[in-house]
């Protein structure tokens, strides 16, 4: 446990000795107890040097490093909520605590629960999985151009992201704005403030994040049931699942707002009005609690057991935790060729940060929601502190050896290194400063990840080319030579993505 043994000195358990160790009677309070200060005082950077122990977080000041006023927290493990723990403010002017009963925005947790709505009426035949949309669609189509000539938007594609949809997201409307309806929503039509919802790839060809797609979905449901997408989420999901404190009522309803967290933007500013309204209910409008994600998480472990069918039968619950395309599933991300099967989903709205973590086999999992916009970077910290806790094969720190360095080798590593193919907007600097080589700058690697230093960072050695630093975990340094010894470029390295910059 943390601050009993180096980290490094955890094995990495297989997939069996993993859930044999969760495999045992319900903890007992005191353990539980001792388990939460733990995690609360044993929060983790995201690199540790092999043979140093680990520098010890506390989670209030982490909170108030990343001014983030609220957490809520619910565990679970076989099937059952083991603990639930709430801390700071849900209002910083009133000091209103949080509670487990404190209502959060989901964000993009809204898509997995109503994926699992959609299959819902697919399991009663009201919608299917392979048709082209156009053909369930009564109210709005998806407009036919070159891109679906021969390849058709359905479902199942919308669903795993892979429909060829644009719009990754959406973010919500400031309190008194005029709201747009679905259909103004996905023909980008005013009030909307979104680009129109179409086709910009060939739909099952690649994977590419959409929240028009799920748009595309909640029309869908809508146009099969006649009613609300609220009141029909209600109805398919939230009720059968127990999730009470759930709703994806947009506004939120006056009796429900003095429960709701209010959302802080990245230094702590308050979200004008509180919160943001979300029309795009299936993309990003879930109000919910970490107890009610928690238990929705629970019954799809179920489902896919099948010893539960209360939403979907086990058929299509294993359709649900079956990859699709890349690493997705129907709503959920799932883990990645060769790992422990999990499923997840991270959710991000104006002012508010969530995530849902489950082992898939009746395994351990979280739920996290917070009230800042810097949540994402807590909730990794997190993460982090219960993976190491519970010996989770996921979500470990990168251990990194430090080497001694000869000052020989740094010659030639100073200078810039240019991002040629990101228009000259991603550069690097290495300079020297007293026998000790530092970065500065920002880069991307792969399509998504974009990384900007806070002034200059040191580069830590593990090889003569080989560097790290403390602040990004995900990202090595790879320094490339001529044949005559010079230093030609830098090699970016994040897992199995990595980008070349070029010195200049």
């Given amino acids: 446990r943390y601050g009993r043994t180096p980290l490094f000195a955890i094995v990495v358990v297989t997939t069996l000795a993993f859930y044999e160790a969760h495999a045992q009677q319900p903890i007992s309070n005191a353990d539980t107890q001792a388990q939460i200060s733990h995690i609360e005082n044993g929060l983790l950077p995201s690199v540790v040097i092999k043979g140093q122990p680990a520098a010890a977080m506390n989670l209030t ?43 959060f925005q989901a964000g993009s947790i809204s898509k997995p629960i109503a994926a699992l709505g959609a299959l819902s009426l697919v399991r009663s035949g009201k919608l299917k999985l392979d048709e082209n949309v156009n053909n369930e669609l009564h109210s709005w189509h998806v407009p036919d151009n070159e891109f679906t000539t021969s390849q058709k938007v359905t479902l199942r594609r919308l669903l795993s992201h892979s429909g060829g949809v644009n719009v990754h997201g959406f973010s919500g409307y400031e309190a008194g704005q005029p709201l747009p309806t679905v259909i103004q929503i996905l023909d980008g039509l005013k009030p909307a403030s979104s680009p129109p919802v179409r086709v910009e790839t060939v739909p099952g060809s690649v994977y590419s994040y959409s929240g028009g797609g799920m748009m595309i979905v909640q029309l869908m449901m809508m146009d099969a049931t006649g009613k609300s997408f609220s009141t029909l989420m209600h109805d398919q999901v939230l009720s059968p699942m127990g999730m009470t404190r759930s709703t994806y009522e947009q506004p939120l309803p006056s009796n429900l707002v003095s429960r709701a967290a209010l959302g802080y933007g990245s230094h702590g500013t308050p979200i004008p009005g509180g919160f943001h309204t979300v029309p795009e209910m299936a993309a990003g409008g879930l109000w919910s609690t970490p107890t009610d994600l928690a238990r929705a998480a629970i019954e799809v472990q179920k489902e896919y057991a099948g010893t539960s069918d209360k939403v979907l ?5 294993k359709e649900m935790l079956t990859r699709q395309k890349d690493n997705w599933g129907l709503g959920f991300e799932v883990e990645k060729p060769g790992a422990t099967p999990r499923f997840d989903h991270f959710g991000v709205n104006t002012g508010f940060v969530s995530v849902l973590q489950a082992y898939r086999d009746n395994g351990p999992g979280v739920v996290i929601m917070t009230n800042g916009q810097q949540g994402e970077k807590l909730i990794t910290e997190i993460l982090r502190a219960i993976a190491h806790e519970h010996a989770w094969p996921d979500f470990q720190p990168a251990e990194h050896t430090l080497i001694k360095l000869d000052p020989a080798s740094l010659k030639g590593l100073e200078g810039t290194y240019d991002q040629a193919d990101k228009d000259g907007q991603d550069k690097l600097t290495v300079t020297i400063r007293d026998g ?60 199995t993505n990595q980008r070349e910059a070029r010195k200049i």
């Avoid at 909520?81 to 002017?93: E, L, N």
């Avoid at 806070?454 to 790290?468: C, W």
Wanted: aromatic content about 14%; glycine content about 10%; proline content about 5%.
């Fill in 313 to 317: 039968t086990q058929a299509l619950a």
């Fill in 436 to 495: 000790k080589p530092y970065i500065s700058g920002s880069y991307s690697v792969g399509s998504t990840y974009h990384f900007g230093f806070a002034g200059s960072v040191e580069l830590l050695p593990e090889t003569r080319d080989e560097y790290f630093t403390l602040q990004t975990g995900v990202a090595t340094f790879r320094f490339e030579r001529t044949r005559e010894g010079l230093v030609a470029r830098c090699v970016v390295v994040s897992g």
């Fill in 61 to 103: 000041d982490r909170m108030l490093y990343y001014h983030v006023p609220g957490v809520s927290i619910a565990y679970f493990d076989h099937g059952k909520i083991q603990w639930t723990k709430a801390y700071g403010v849900s209002d910083v002017q009133a000091g209103s605590p949080v509670t487990p009963e404190t209502l």
